[in-house]
């Protein structure tokens, strides 16, 4: 098994080609030594939304259990790219609506304000998901030890982020035509969209809302940095009960934006 590697990518095309390479090396890999009986390409690789700067390799597998799924991980981690993320999706654990887009049952339509609508639903779907176990969590708190709840709880935490984040990442690449480049892009990704940006489109996040989900974002970083030991109990939990709050934020400012996107279709 050889690591695919070239020069730094100067150009999105370059990139793209190179995760191409990937995909067919990775595909191959899962079928011949763990058995996949399918495997699928999805998202902005298989052209499913533009491909950017940030965008994974999403693979959907058919008839791969879970350990087969950490063991190959590891592996397509090997041949990948260190800017390259692989995500393995067990397509027989997605929910209905996802699992029909991967396997191009319900098509999105070619009309891009109408394609980004349909991606931002799915999320939106996602996020609810998401939430939900997170609420499941905090109902049972009481009967959990701390050291495993502070744990679960920052985990959805920043699950619950990351999910924002992909919506802001659809707008700003259908309407602006990109990701800031960057260290710092996540942060300046949720500024981006907080204004009014490409298309004239509105912002998708305003107010109060801006400055919560930066908290979030903040949290996110730290949590990919700190031992689950380090975090403070207290300011894990206070941010897991604010979460549905936001929530409610964040869904009416969704439903606002994919009206705008209705009124741009001709």
Not at 58 to 77: G, H, P, Y
């Amino acid at each position: 098994m050889s690591k695919i590697v070239t020069a730094d990518p100067q150009s999105l095309e370059q990139r793209r080609q190179e995760a191409l390479a990937v995909a067919q090396q990775g595909i191959k890999i899962l079928k011949q030594e763990f058995g996949a009986k399918e495997v699928i390409l999805f998202g902005s690789l298989a052209g499913d939304g533009p491909w950017h700067w940030q965008s994974d390799l999403d693979l959907a597998v058919k008839a791969m259990s879970e350990d087969a799924i950490w063991k190959a991980d590891s592996v397509l981690e090997n041949i990948a790219p260190s800017w390259l993320k692989i995500d393995l999706v067990p397509l027989e654990r997605v929910p209905p609506r996802v699992a029909a887009r991967i396997l191009n049952l319900n098509p999105r339509s070619d009309n891009k304000y109408l394609a980004l609508k349909s991606r931002l639903e799915d999320e939106t779907i996602a996020l609810e998901n998401n939430v939900e176990k997170l609420q499941t969590v905090l109902a049972q708190a009481e009967t959990i030890p701390e050291i495993a709840l502070t744990p679960a709880l920052a985990s959805y935490i920043a699950d619950f982020y990351t999910g924002c984040e992909r919506i802001s990442e659809r707008v700003a690449v259908t309407l602006d035509g990109g990701l800031p480049r960057g260290e710092n892009w996540h942060q300046e990704l949720l500024k981006q969209v907080a204004e009014s940006g490409g298309d004239n489109c509105p912002p998708l996040w305003s107010g109060s809302l801006v400055l919560e989900l930066d908290e979030y974002r903040k949290f996110r970083h730290l949590a990919r940095h700190l031992y689950n030991i380090e975090f403070k109990p207290e300011r894990v939990l206070a941010l897991a009960q604010n979460v549905q709050p936001v929530l409610a934020k964040v869904k009416p400012a969704i439903t606002l934006f994919n009206e705008w996107l209705d009124k741009q279709v001709k």
